[in-house]
């Protein structure tokens, strides 16, 4: 094409490639490592300068090695309504990508075909994801061409080692909010067309290693304003007669199913009392004798002796049932989320309550004071993450971490505006310090704050102005029921991968062996100190892959 100049540059799945920069700004990719099976991710990034009115239309070609183990995605960038905290103090250090523009890539968007445009002057980038099938050297050659002329060719050479990703043992959700599906959708809530939704996220969800689900059998009571509600999405039938409880399991069965279908092993049962301090009841609705409506709510004294009654009467079943549907020993049950120590009277009051139920059962709770743990309040406690030094120093049997909105001073996060080794790290972070499950909120929370109506996430990420733009989700509300990822969604599973070749390397040589090549490469890692560039975590990967190798 003449009159044109074009430059392009194959680079990690760990860059955020701005608007108005160029491709050799960002550090090239000529070897990788990976495991067969596993997902291994890289980026094109190419850019045209031309001074025509034509619209020239360009195309992708993928040749050499297992070009039919290739997919691509354009990466499309969003506008952060919220990049930052003021009082962030990442702001203006590597841990913070500070865009003039306040548009950072995010989207990954399915492509129908390999052609596309190049506005002038203006940077692409495209992601491409290899699942290797074989062991051996892997030759990927990536073109851009104007009609029979290629105009950029990029080469990356794949290490594909001869072993597999061990089956994942972190146990790791993110808060699956049904509820928002059938806002976003606008369909009936368990209508067929919600249900072939849910299984949609479900199996994006299962894509991104989540292993466990929020399952509301009551509607969870979570980011609800006090005195409001959310649509009802609970699972349980319930009919009150004359006092007396009965109880209908089967869409929670169909739920159960569900999720085995799409991949998910884990459930996470909803929070039995309302969040921040399990003073009330969650919003219950039932069949009685005036009709179907709610019989307990904010109204509702958690501890109080009408809740205190049906609560005990409904897991009575509910135990039962999970056992009957093999699920029990995969269940984690809640109290109340992000309690304080103010709470922890009225929480150890609320735990009393079911403990006669779950006791022997999995009980976790996200918290920050480890007095909760050191007063037997909570079995399975899951602290945040600048706050895990004090649980760290207890015995505990096993080990959650979690964070959220409040996590920005230094430690992992996967906000938009947050480069992509800070999202990454938390996979060394966890498998260093014996962390066996992860928790997150957000999923797909595409409400505002407290749940007052439906946002467009396409235009707002923060809930507005709630969170940080990127903490209420990992996925965005496609076409047809089905969502599409992000780049922090496929980063963060980067993260699991790096988890489970940790582990697949320490059976090649033991733990210790694996923490000394860790602090080699990355330095004393803790959950506030780690490498500002990917290129440590990059040579952490091509490390433990040559030992699993060995």
């Not at 039938?237 to 998910?264: E, P, Q």
């Not at 049997?397 to 996060?413: H, I, L, M, T």
């Not at 749940?451 to 467009?456: F, K, V």
Request: hydrophobic residues 35%.
């Amino acid at each position: 094409m003449e009159n044109c100049i074009f430059s392009s540059v194959i680079t990690s799945s760990l860059e955020k490639a701005l608007v108005g920069t160029l491709p050799k700004a960002y550090p090239e990719l000529k070897n990788a490592n990976a495991l067969i099976g596993e997902r291994y991710s890289f980026q094109l990034l190419t850019l045209a300068d031309y001074y025509t009115r034509e619209i020239p239309l360009f195309t992708l070609e993928i040749c050499g090695d297992d070009v039919a183990d290739i997919t691509v995605r354009e990466v499309k960038q969003v506008h952060a309504d919220y990049p930052h905290y003021g009082c962030d103090p990442s702001v203006g250090t590597k841990l913070y990508i500070d865009s003039p523009s306040a548009l950072y890539p995010e989207i990954l968007e399915p492509m129908d075909e390999t052609r596309f445009h190049l506005a002038p002057g203006q940077l692409k980038a495209f992601w491409f994801e290899y699942i290797p099938k074989t062991a051996g050297e892997k030759n990927v050659t990536v073109k851009v061409k104007y009609g029979e002329e290629t105009v950029t060719e990029n080469s990356l050479t794949v290490s594909v080692i001869d072993a597999s990703q061990p089956e994942q043992k972190l146990v790791y959700t993110n808060w699956f909010h049904c509820d928002c599906l059938a806002s976003w959708y606008n369909v009936p809530v368990f209508s067929e067309k919600h249900w072939e939704i849910i299984e949609n996220y479900m199996r994006a969800a299962s894509r991104g290693g989540i292993n466990c689900i929020l399952t509301p059998v009551f509607t969870p009571p979570l980011d609800t304003e006090v005195g409001s509600e959310r649509p009802t999405v609970q699972l349980v039938g319930i009919k009150r007669t004359n006092g007396v409880y009965s109880f209908d399991f089967s869409l929670l069965k169909r739920w159960i199913d569900t999720a085995h279908r799409s991949g998910i092993t884990h459930f996470e049962i909803s929070h039995f009392f309302t969040q921040w301090g399990a003073r009330n009841a969650p919003k219950v609705m039932a069949e009685t004798e005036e009709g179907y409506r709610r019989i307990f709510g904010w109204e509702t004294d958690g501890t109080g002796e009408e809740y205190s009654a049906f609560i005990t009467a409904f897991l009575s079943e509910l135990v039962p049932f999970l056992k009957a549907e093999g699920v029990i020993d995969n269940c984690y049950f809640h109290v109340s989320d992000e309690p304080s120590e103010e709470h922890l009277e009225g929480y150890l009051k609320a735990k009393n309550i079911i403990k006669p139920y779950i006791g022997q059962y999995k009980q976790i709770d996200a918290l920050s004071s480890v007095k909760f743990y050191q007063n037997g309040a909570v079995q399975i406690p899951v602290p945040a993450t600048n706050r895990i030094e004090s649980f760290l120093a207890e015995d505990i049997g096993e080990r959650w971490a979690y964070y959220c909105c409040g996590q920005y001073n230094k430690v992992s996060n996967r906000f938009i505006a947050y480069p992509s080794f800070r999202n990454r790290i938390i996979g060394v972070m966890l498998y260093k310090f014996g962390i066996k499950g992860f928790l997150h909120w957000g999923f797909n929370f595409y409400y505002s704050m407290g749940s007052r109506r439906l946002i467009n996430p396409f235009v707002t990420q923060s809930g507005d102005a709630m969170v940080p733009s990127g903490d209420a989700f990992v996925v965005y509300p496609g076409e047809n029921g089905k969502p599409i990822e992000s780049v922090r969604y496929e980063v963060f599973y980067e993260a699991v991968q790096d988890y489970g070749a940790l582990q697949l390397a320490e059976e090649k040589v033991g733990r210790e062996k694996v923490l000394e090549v860790i602090k080699e490469v990355l330095g004393d890692v803790t959950f506030s100190e780690y490498p500002t560039s990917a290129a440590p975590i990059l040579e952490l990967r091509n490390k433990i892959c040559e030992i699993i190798k060995g």
